[in-house]
T-cell receptor, first 114, second 113 residues
């Protein structure tokens, strides 16, 4: 059983650019969510996808968008990058939308915006 | 608006002794609570959870206690081992909407050999 994998692990962008982060969910998991972890903070919920549709969103502006594909892999896109977007972006999956329980996290993509 | 709070950023404990990590929450709609452990350069990994219908859940060396009236939970690790050194995050969720997790800011536990 493969775990959650994310790419790239590290990247550097400049303010105003756009970035795409990728995630492969754990096998059998059809719900994926993305979290932002700023330095010294806990992860903060960005949004969640279930069956290729967004079904929940945290307090993040529209320039944060996502996609989920039929194979349950996912992308996080951030447009017009700002310095405060520098953070670790974590992808997490779980077996079903209604399952309350543990999330399975990837190792994260560390984004630095200069 | 931090709905889950971990007021101790760090904790040091001698090997073999008990580690107690604390967490407070403000949202009375939270009904499921989890603890995650995070090593450097790794994603958080699930440790233990508790539903609001219980006040204690035990798994080996790890026990989570929930006090709903005080909106407080704690994680006890006994005996503590050097391999337990990590950042511990408390998280909470409500059975509505996206069922997403609200995390605290974490407590860095150091177990001294």
């Amino acid at each position: 059983e493969t775990g959650v994998t994310q790419s790239p692990t590290h990247l550097i962008k400049t303010r105003g650019q756009q970035v795409t982060l990728r995630c492969s969910s754990q096998s059998g998991h059809n719900t994926v969510s993305w979290y932002q972890q700023a330095l010294g903070q806990g992860p903060q919920f960005i949004f969640q996808y279930y069956r290729e549709e967004e079904n929940g969103r945290g307090n993040f502006p529209p320039r944060f968008s996502g996609l989920q594909f039929p194979n349950y892999s996912s992308e996080l896109n951030v447009n017009a990058l700002e310095l405060d977007d520098s953070a670790l972006y974590l992808c997490a999956s779980r077996p079903s939308r209604g399952h309350t329980g543990e999330l399975f996290f990837g190792e994260g993509s560390r984004l630095t915006v200069l | 608006d931090q709905q889950v709070k971990q007021n101790s950023p760090s904790l040091s404990v001698q090997e073999g002794r008990i580690s107690i990590l604390n967490c407070d929450y403000t949202n009375s709609m939270f009904d499921y609570f989890l603890w995650y452990k995070k090593y450097p350069a790794e994603g958080p990994t699930f440790l233990i959870s508790i539903s609001s219908i219980k006040d204690k859940n035990e798994d080996g060396r790890f026990t989570v206690f929930l006090n709903k009236s005080a909106k407080h939970l704690s994680l006890h690790i006994v005996p503590s081992q050097p391999g337990d050194s990590a950042v511990y995050f408390c998280a909470a969720s409500a059975q509505t909407g996206a069922n997403n997790l609200f995390f605290g800011t974490g407590t860095r536990l150091t177990v001294i050999p």
